[in-house]
């Protein structure tokens, strides 16, 4: 196996028993990224240099004899939308296609010591569920480059699964690190809202968005967790909760562990493959000993609208900074207002415009009571729904997605079908909850499937234990 393929914590190892240099691994990851970045086009932004003088740095620090953390020396890739200095930032848009920030969001602070391979592709403003609407290229799944990697973080994804990075950061608006994570076998996971800062993280939608980590498996998951979770107070939504050592959770054990099984996500729609890879993964958590126990989550059929109405709302008032005048692209015109309608017409791709206009309609005089006013308040349901169930349940277990990885062209023409993509997803974030994707084999295409599990608010630890019980029986 080359080094490219092993998981963070087989690498940490090999690094402190000098068994390998963090040069080397840099230099192997490099060289994949070289043979497949052309077919993958993982990345926007590649940071070579960077990347071989930070190894070096941890390579000095382990011949001085100092300890290394967990995550130093390993290679990374960032989402585009996570401000870096003195590296660009695009959030694959052409409106910050020159953008360079003067700081660094908090959590690639935190990743202080990993080696960062570059800035990975998304959805233009994480607007997407398949990397297509990236201004600059679409991702590639690499299990099949005909179809896509998923969305908002397919590049993230992509990496991982393709061997141009050991982990990745993503940001999780509806479901976009899970949804990518399940197109291409690997583990994505959505904290807790407010666990993970969000200083840095260039908005969407802001009572959704939420970054997190994509690994090769479950105690990656929990090492990126430990680094970049906790209190921030650039970030007035972060949390205080303690953070615990994620890495205590991976227990193989979920003896007395109660599952939920949501009728509401086996229904019409679900490819029947998913359901029963899904309801295989039941059936095991049940052999192992965890109590599966079928419950109702009434209002998971008004999410997506919900959703659409709420994150469309944000996300115009978020974008409304980009206006020509105090950074990113400018596009001149005859007057101020011309040259701000140039400047969105032409820099903005079709569903970012798309989605501004859907959140300044449900925001409008005479629509804001009937639209937006009315999907808070269904937005509360939901959270209620969850909160009930989780008085019976420990965990609720669902489909990922409702389908495979579709191919690349096959849904741009239908939005409305390709919102739907994100129909398993966007309740976790409506509810602020926390969330795995987890890999549970391939269809009859070879194409990866996956499962999720959803916990309670700030309740990761019982997920992850659940997760890797599942992983290291399989």
């Not at 076998?185 to 993970?196: C, E, I, M, S, W």
């Not at 277990?397 to 062209?409: R, Y």
């Given at each position: 196996m080359s080094l490219y393929d092993k998981t963070a914590h087989e690498l940490h190892e090999l690094l402190t028993a000098k068994k390998i240099s963090a040069a080397e691994l840099t230099a192997d990851v490099f060289k994949r990224v070289?043979?497949?970045?052309?077919?993958?086009?993982?990345?926007?932004?590649?940071?070579?240099?960077?990347?071989?003088?930070?190894?070096?740095?941890?390579?000095?620090?382990?011949?001085?004899g100092e300890t290394i953390a967990p995550l130093e020396g390993i290679p990374c890739a960032v989402k585009d939308n996570i401000c870096t200095k003195g590296i660009k930032t695009t959030c694959a848009s052409k409106i910050l296609e020159n953008f360079i920030p003067p700081y660094n969001a908090t959590v690639y602070d935190k990743l202080a010591g990993s080696i960062v391979i570059g800035k990975a592709n998304l959805d233009e403003?994480?607007?997407?569920?398949?990397?297509?609407n990236s201004a600059y290229h679409t991702t590639h799944n690499p299990h099949d480059l005909e179809r896509v990697p998923g969305g908002s973080s397919g590049g993230s994804t992509?990496?991982?699964?393709?061997?141009?990075?050991?982990?990745?950061?993503?940001?999780?608006?509806?479901?976009?690190?899970?949804?990518?994570?399940?197109?291409?076998?690997?583990v994505g996971f959505k904290p807790t809202y407010g666990r993970v800062s969000r200083y840095g993280l260039v908005a969407f939608a802001s009572s959704l968005d939420q970054i997190g980590p994509i690994t090769r498996d479950v105690t990656d998951c929990a090492l990126v967790l430990n680094a970049i979770c906790g209190h921030d107070d650039m970030d007035s939504t972060s949390t205080a909760a303690p953070v615990p050592d994620f890495t205590k959770s991976l227990i193989a054990d979920v003896k007395g562990l109660k599952i939920g099984l949501?009728?509401?996500?086996?229904?019409k729609g679900i490819d029947p493959e998913i359901e029963t890879a899904v309801r295989n993964v039941a059936k095991k958590f049940e052999q192992l000993g965890a109590q599966i126990i079928e419950l109702s989550l009434p209002h998971t059929e008004y999410a997506i609208s919900t959703y659409y109405l709420i994150a469309p709302a944000e996300a115009a008032t978020n974008l409304e900074r980009y206006d020509g005048v105090s950074y990113g692209a400018r596009v001149d015109g005859a007057d101020v207002v011309e040259m701000m309608t140039n400047t969105r017409?032409?820099?903005?791709?079709?569903?970012v415009k798309r989605r501004i206009m859907i959140g300044n309609y449900a925001l409008s005089a005479g629509y804001y009571?009937?639209?937006?006013?009315?999907?808070?308040?269904?937005?509360?349901?939901?959270?209620?729904?969850?909160?009930?169930?989780?008085?019976?349940?420990?965990?609720?277990?669902?489909?990922?997605?409702?389908?495979?990885a579709f191919k690349i062209g096959e849904m741009t023409s239908d939005p409305l079908k390709m919102y739907l993509q994100d129909i398993c997803t966007v309740p976790v974030n409506l509810a602020g909850l926390p969330a795995v994707s987890m890999p549970c084999g391939v269809n009859r295409q070879g194409l990866p499937l996956?499962?999720?599990?959803?916990?309670?608010?700030?309740?990761?630890?019982?997920?992850?234990?659940?997760?890797f019980t599942y992983e290291i029986n399989m």
């Amino acid at each position: 196996m080359s080094l490219y393929d092993k998981t963070a914590h087989e690498l940490h190892e090999l690094l402190t028993a000098k068994k390998i240099s963090a040069a080397e691994l840099t230099a192997d990851v490099f060289k994949r990224v070289d043979e497949v970045e052309d077919k993958i086009g993982a990345y926007l932004t590649i940071t070579r240099d960077k990347a071989a003088a930070d190894a070096k740095a941890v390579d000095d620090k382990i011949a001085r004899g100092e300890t290394i953390a967990p995550l130093e020396g390993i290679p990374c890739a960032v989402k585009d939308n996570i401000c870096t200095k003195g590296i660009k930032t695009t959030c694959a848009s052409k409106i910050l296609e020159n953008f360079i920030p003067p700081y660094n969001a908090t959590v690639y602070d935190k990743l202080a010591g990993s080696i960062v391979i570059g800035k990975a592709n998304l959805d233009e403003f994480a607007m997407g569920s398949s990397t297509e609407n990236s201004a600059y290229h679409t991702t590639h799944n690499p299990h099949d480059l005909e179809r896509v990697p998923g969305g908002s973080s397919g590049g993230s994804t992509a990496a991982v699964a393709g061997g141009e990075a050991i982990f990745s950061l993503g940001s999780d608006t509806g479901g976009s690190i899970r949804q990518p994570a399940s197109f291409c076998g690997v583990v994505g996971f959505k904290p807790t809202y407010g666990r993970v800062s969000r200083y840095g993280l260039v908005a969407f939608a802001s009572s959704l968005d939420q970054i997190g980590p994509i690994t090769r498996d479950v105690t990656d998951c929990a090492l990126v967790l430990n680094a970049i979770c906790g209190h921030d107070d650039m970030d007035s939504t972060s949390t205080a909760a303690p953070v615990p050592d994620f890495t205590k959770s991976l227990i193989a054990d979920v003896k007395g562990l109660k599952i939920g099984l949501p009728k509401e996500y086996f229904v019409k729609g679900i490819d029947p493959e998913i359901e029963t890879a899904v309801r295989n993964v039941a059936k095991k958590f049940e052999q192992l000993g965890a109590q599966i126990i079928e419950l109702s989550l009434p209002h998971t059929e008004y999410a997506i609208s919900t959703y659409y109405l709420i994150a469309p709302a944000e996300a115009a008032t978020n974008l409304e900074r980009y206006d020509g005048v105090s950074y990113g692209a400018r596009v001149d015109g005859a007057d101020v207002v011309e040259m701000m309608t140039n400047t969105r017409t032409e820099k903005f791709g079709a569903e970012v415009k798309r989605r501004i206009m859907i959140g300044n309609y449900a925001l409008s005089a005479g629509y804001y009571d009937a639209y937006y006013l009315k999907a808070l308040k269904v937005r509360t349901l939901i959270q209620n729904d969850f909160f009930d169930a989780f008085k019976t349940v420990d965990l609720c277990l669902t489909p990922t997605t409702p389908n495979a990885a579709f191919k690349i062209g096959e849904m741009t023409s239908d939005p409305l079908k390709m919102y739907l993509q994100d129909i398993c997803t966007v309740p976790v974030n409506l509810a602020g909850l926390p969330a795995v994707s987890m890999p549970c084999g391939v269809n009859r295409q070879g194409l990866p499937l996956a499962f999720q599990l959803i916990g309670k608010a700030l309740d990761e630890t019982t997920i992850l234990r659940a997760a890797f019980t599942y992983e290291i029986n399989m």
